[in-house]
């Protein structure tokens, strides 16, 4: 499988943003999905992973509430949608895949080494 991300853009804080991710060649069914950014400097971190079987999802504190991971099976294509941005939300945003998870271990704490397939990153900068 490969994925592109697409949908990243400057704004100022408080406003929306959905970042998609595009999944091409074999598709994979029940497998863990997740997007995941780093800031410059930083470390890359888990923002949301969802369970591509059932759909289930969960999210890094620091954006619960504001942000939402879904999936348009039709499509092959995973979203965040990001509402009340800050400007510490301002990284690279990436997708990846990983192939041999499962659902009970497909949350926000799963590491990014657990991601065998990744896309090119999408920045989102969010100005105060």
């Known amino acids: 499988v490969q994925l592109l991300a697409s949908g990243g853009g400057s704004l100022q804080a408080g406003g929306p943003l959905r970042l998609s991710c595009a999944a091409s060649g074999y598709i994979y069914s029940n497998i863990c999905m997740g997007w995941f950014r780093q800031a410059p400097g930083g470390e890359r971190e888990a923002v949301a992973d969802?369970?591509?079987?059932?759909?289930?999802?969960d999210y890094a504190d620091s954006v619960k509430g504001r942000f939402t991971i879904s999936q348009d099976n039709a499509k092959n294509t995973l979203y965040l949608q990001m509402n009340s941005l800050k400007p510490e939300d301002t990284a690279m945003y990436y997708c990846a895949a990983a192939l041999y998870v499962g659902r009970s271990v497909c949350r926000a704490t799963l590491p990014p080494v657990r991601f065998s397939r990744w896309g090119q990153g999408t920045q989102v900068t969010v100005s105060s």
């Open positions: 969802l369970y591509t079987g059932d759909g289930s999802t």
